[in-house]
């Protein structure tokens, strides 16, 4: 049984930056794509980067280019998302989930495992 559970959200000014941590457990990985996803109300869940876990390539959303850093640690089965310069749009429930194979990377319903999310907050 796949398991994912998000920690790190929480309440940053804009500007500033945070480091999101999804911790993975229930099988090997390696032939996975690992994700972030955001969600506010009222909107459909939104992309925001994936990794490749075994050759490690990565893919952003246009809206975080250049602000944020998708990273894995197979030995912890950790992934990362550390992200940096975040506006007022960046506040949502961020949600890590995996699926096999690099197809359709950028669409929620391609993932077939998720974690519970965690709330990011950018106040100003």
């Known amino acids: 049984q796949v398991q994912l559970v998000e920690s790190g959200g929480g309440l940053v000014q804009t500007g500033g930056s945070l480091r999101l941590a999804c911790a993975a457990s229930?099988?090997?990985?390696?032939?996975?794509?690992m994700g972030w996803f955001r969600q506010t109300p009222g909107k459909e869940r939104e992309f925001v980067s994936a990794i490749s876990w075994r050759g490690g390539a990565t893919y952003y959303a246009d809206s975080v280019k250049g602000r944020s850093a998708i990273s894995r640690d197979s030995a912890k089965n950790t992934l990362y998302l550390q992200m940096n310069s975040l506006q007022s749009e960046g506040t949502s429930v961020y949600y890590c989930?995996?699926?096999?194979?690099?197809?359709?990377?950028?669409?929620?319903?391609?993932?077939?495992?998720w974690g519970q999310g965690t709330q990011v907050t950018v106040s100003s």
């Open positions: 989930a995996c699926k096999v194979g690099a197809l359709r990377v950028p669409r929620a319903s391609a993932y077939g495992y």
């Open positions: 229930g099988r090997t990985f390696n032939d996975y794509v």
